[in-house]
């Protein structure tokens, strides 16, 4: 616990200059996908996530809710809350640095919570009007609550990131995110494909297909979790 507060510490000058008045406005977007079935089973699956980004000549802030609950008849099969900030200052066009917090809540996971602080460096290797391409490298520290015992466990990790992005056409858009984080105990590595078609003004439909695997989990937990969805996007 000593070691993650030690390093949100370190993260507070980072952020507090981050907030520095700059222009431009924040850019939103949410997402929400609802599948519902009635009949020989009766399910309820419930997909919403936003996103607020703010892009500076200096700055790039960007924040990031997820919420994901599904039900089968009058059980609870799942339930995930996500939360993430990232500040990152552009050292020049092609190179930043970056701090980053997320605080990731899945009851069904083995954990009453997992939350991390990092630092990193990135640099765009790609940028062109239709792909770009960031990679990333830092380390950090996680902080896990365990749900069985109520015992916390804290490791040291390190993190590494490429996020490419691809205009397919003028309606349609590619992403492909992958994260890892390799600590001391356990690592953590997730996937995050997407297909986002533009319908109307700024309504979208987005395809989403998710695949994270977490090393050394609690007993009776398994180490890889997919998720898919369809939701419908707003962006304003």
């Known amino acids: 616990?000593?070691?993650?507060?030690?390093?949100?510490?370190?993260?507070?000058?980072f952020g507090v200059h981050a907030q520095e008045p700059v222009p431009g406005k924040w850019e939103s977007e949410v997402e929400l996908g609802?599948?519902?079935?009635?009949?020989?089973?009766?399910?309820?699956?419930?997909?919403?996530?936003?996103t607020m980004v703010n892009d500076t000549n200096?700055?790039?802030?960007?924040?990031?809710?997820?919420?994901?609950?599904n039900s089968d008849e009058d059980t609870t099969?799942?339930?995930?809350?996500?939360?993430?900030?990232k500040t990152a200052h552009k050292i020049d066009e092609k190179s930043y640095e970056f701090g980053l917090l997320t605080y990731d809540n899945d009851r069904f996971s083995g954990y009453d919570y997992r939350a991390s602080a990092s630092l990193?460096?990135?640099?765009?290797?790609?940028?062109?009007?239709?792909?770009?391409?960031?990679?990333?490298?830092?380390?950090?520290?996680?902080?896990?609550?365990i749900e069985d015992t109520g015992d916390t466990e804290d490791e040291g990790f390190l993190r590494s990131a490429a996020i490419f992005s691809w205009k397919v056409s003028d309606h349609a858009t590619f992403g492909?995110?992958?994260?890892?984080?390799?600590?001391?105990d356990s690592t953590i590595a997730k996937s995050i494909t997407s297909?986002?078609?533009?319908?109307?003004g700024n309504l979208a439909t987005k395809i989403t297909y998710i695949v994270k695997n977490s090393t050394n989990?609690?007993?009776g937990v398994k180490e890889t979790d997919i998720e898919m969805a369809i939701n419908l996007v707003l962006s304003f």
């Not at 616990?1 to 000058?13: A, S, T």
């Not at 020989?40 to 936003?50: C, E, I, V, Y």
């Not at 099969?77 to 900030?85: K, N, P, V």
């Open 1 to 13: 616990m000593k070691r993650l507060r030690y390093f949100i510490v370190l993260l507070i000058p």
């Open 34 to 50: 609802l599948l519902v079935t009635r009949g020989n089973t009766d399910t309820q699956n419930t997909n919403a996530k936003a």
């Open 58 to 69: 200096r700055w790039k802030h960007t924040g990031k809710l997820e919420v994901l609950n």
């Open 77 to 85: 099969t799942a339930e995930r809350y996500f939360l993430s900030g």
């Open 120 to 145: 990193g460096y990135g640099r765009t290797v790609i940028k062109t009007t239709a792909q770009s391409l960031d990679i990333e490298i830092g380390a950090g520290i996680r902080q896990s609550k």
């Open 176 to 184: 492909e995110e992958l994260t890892v984080e390799a600590g001391e």
């Open 195 to 200: 297909l986002k078609s533009q319908v109307a």
């Open 217 to 219: 989990v609690p007993v």
